[in-house]
């Protein structure tokens, strides 16, 4: 059986100015830094994980490597796990986008099916196919292992929607180091939890 966690990476310092990130960083905030030493923390009491799965992200990147002080597992960069590419909305703040581009912030939201990246980035159906092909071949490199991935909110959302065969709007917004867990049995994916921050207390 393959156990698969999901993570967030932690809150970041353009998380708290509510801008759009994509493909552009920001660092952790002390914030997000204690969020990712908590669910490491938390990490030590569940079953073991055998690798650690991470955008190349440098914010994706900053949590792997501090959850893992307290795991300790070895840590691969999957280039297919990094966030939705958002093309000119990059940097901006939600407001500001809100005000010039109010349908495509609306779709972005609420329709993602019929957003089109109008901003110069990728639709989510682009992002989903992306991000598939990267999760698909870390199973192949690494079957029926526990694999921890630390990724990004657009991101984990898209995948998890492919993997459960669920609409996008279905699955939650996940928050910063929120921890879902899921496991793959006879080719099905089935869910044990769901965006858990309960370490996060």
């Known amino acids: 059986m393959t156990i698969l966690y999901f993570v967030r990476h932690g809150q970041t310092i353009w998380n708290q100015e509510h801008r759009m990130q994509g493909f552009k960083n920001s660092a ?11 669910l490491g923390q938390h990490l030590t009491k569940l079953p073991k994980i055998d690798r650690i799965l991470v955008s190349p992200s440098p914010r994706a990147q900053q949590t792997a490597q501090h ?26 703040t939600h407001r500001a986008i809100q005000q010039v581009s109010p349908v495509e912030w609306q779709r972005f939201w609420h329709d993602p099916t ?14 989903q196919q992306r991000a598939q092909r990267g999760f698909e071949r ?41 921890l879902t867990k899921l496991t793959l049995t006879a080719g099905r ?6 965006n858990r921050i309960s370490h996060d207390e």
């Open 28 to 38: 952790l905030t002390p914030r997000g830094i204690q969020q990712a030493d908590q």
């Open 114 to 127: 019929a957003f089109e990246a109008l901003n110069g980035g990728e639709t989510f159906a682009q992002l």
């Open 138 to 178: 870390s199973l192949q490199v690494y079957p029926k292992e526990t694999l921890l991935i630390v990724a990004h909110r657009v991101t984990l959302r898209v995948l998890l929607a492919q993997l459960l065969q669920q609409p996008i709007v279905a699955i939650p917004d996940p928050q910063p180091t929120s």
């Open 67 to 92: 959850l893992n002080a307290q795991i300790k597992r070895p840590i691969t960069t999957v280039p297919e796990f990094q966030e939705l590419n958002m093309g000119c909305w990059e940097g901006q």
């Open 189 to 194: 994916y089935q869910v044990a939890f769901m």
